[in-house]
């Protein structure tokens, strides 16, 4: 990443903390690496040091460390635990539960358990891009297999709430997983306070490496896994990348640091409000959606009306400046963002809204950098969309 270009797109990946960049370097520098499966010397050390990561992150989430499974992604995470929960669960337990905004790698694997024969269920979001509890948990009974609810929403920030979900699931005895993936350094994320059977991790999402994740399946949760192998007790199958795994713990335990001493999501919090506030003085049309719903410190996802989010977009980014839209490409073209649909917005409107996430390396200059780019693009951008230019 440049110095003199301006990350406004944190929800999409970090930069690599230091620690673990030394780390990596290190790792790639040595000319031979043992399998932690292996019973010599080179695989009993790289096991060691596999399961001194292991214990430091069940450590910071209070789990047990066979509680925590390696994996390569977020997205991997995220589809073992639907996938695994539904085959693990009884033959008469065939609903999927799940709010409609999960990140389309829980929506994808809730539509390969539909073809294998699941009831999906999907609760929809109030406008503020909330889940009502009581919505979702009104669809968990005693057929569900497996609920599933994020902690914080990738596109809005705002936060869900899982921790009564996860009460009231567990009481009905149904598994219930929530992704954390967007929650990891922003604020603690702790199995006592969420108190979730399953849980995911994505570690280049708080400055770890890109290529490593974390699913917790906690004890007693019936579960099979669709991966193969001994691996990670039977939870995950396939060689293990310890180093990206002790990458992923030194990252979540600064970043657990972080959310714990406040003091980094607070000073984002106030960067943020104030970005807001400025963009809307100067344009008193731009929405801040979820704004009213408790959402993480660093999101912001305003919606510009009249504009064409992915042109102004493209003027950020000539600019200096990496921000994200509320569409995504699908299939090669660019589909309205399904989030923002489930909130209630028409696909014209899902395409006016761009999403700026800050990081722990954002300061006030940098924020006075992206109000101004706007105060340029915005308006041309407008006349764009009228066909002015
Ligand atoms: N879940 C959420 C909420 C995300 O934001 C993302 C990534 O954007 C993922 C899961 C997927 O994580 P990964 O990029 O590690 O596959």
Redesign the pocket.
């Known amino acids: 990443m440049s110095a003199s270009r301006i990350h406004f797109d944190h929800?999409?990946t970090t930069p690599m903390r230091p620690g673990v960049r030394a780390l990596l370097e290190n790792a790639l520098g040595r000319p031979m690496e043992g399998n932690p499966s292996s019973v010599h010397a080179e695989g009993r050390s790289m096991r060691r040091r596999l399961e001194q990561a292991r214990e430091r992150v069940a450590r910071v989430l209070g789990a047990i460390p066979r509680e925590v499974a390696f994996t390569a992604?977020?997205?991997e995470g995220?589809a073992l635990a639907l996938m695994g929960a539904f085959l693990g669960a009884g033959p008469t337990r065939r609903r999927v539960v799940l709010s409609a905004i999960e990140?389309p790698?829980l929506q994808r694997a809730a539509d390969t358990l539909a073809k294998l024969g699941a009831e999906v269920v999907r609760v929809a979001p109030g406008r503020n891009g909330r889940v009502d509890a009581d919505a979702f948990l009104a669809q968990v009974d005693g057929t569900t297999a497996v609920a599933s609810l994020?902690w914080a929403n990738?596109e809005t920030g705002v936060l869900q709430p899982v921790d009564r979900v996860a009460r009231v699931c567990r009481e009905r005895a149904v598994p219930f997983h929530t992704?954390a993936?967007?929650v990891a350094g922003r604020r603690p994320v702790r199995l006592h306070e969420v108190d979730a059977a399953m849980l995911t991790l994505?570690g280049?999402k708080f400055g770890g490496p890109p290529g490593s994740?974390v699913l917790v399946v906690r004890r007693n949760t019936p579960f099979h896994s669709v991966l193969g192998g001994h691996q990670e007790d039977g939870l995950r199958g396939g060689t293990q990348a310890t180093w990206l795994a002790e990458g992923l713990a030194l990252a979540l335990e600064e970043a657990a640091q972080e959310a714990l001493q406040g003091e980094v999501p607070a000073a984002l919090a106030a960067l943020r409000d104030d970005f807001e506030a400025r963009v809307q003085r100067a344009f008193p049309d731009v929405l801040a959606l979820g704004a009213g719903a408790g959402r993480l410190p660093h999101v912001s996802m305003l919606e510009f009306p009249g504009i064409d989010g992915e042109a102004l977009l493209i003027g950020l980014d000539l600019a200096g400046i990496s921000a994200s839209s509320g569409a995504a490409c699908a299939s090669g073209t660019l589909a309205p963002s399904h989030v923002l649909l489930a909130m209630g917005h028409t696909p014209a409107r899902a395409q006016s809204c761009l999403r700026f996430s800050l990081g722990p390396e954002t300061d006030a200059a940098a924020v006075d950098r992206v109000v101004e780019a706007l105060r340029e693009q915005v308006p041309r951008a407008r006349d764009a969309a009228r066909g002015l230019a």
């Open positions: 929800n999409a992604s977020g997205t995220n990140h790698s994020m990738n992704d993936v967007q994505s280049h994740g």
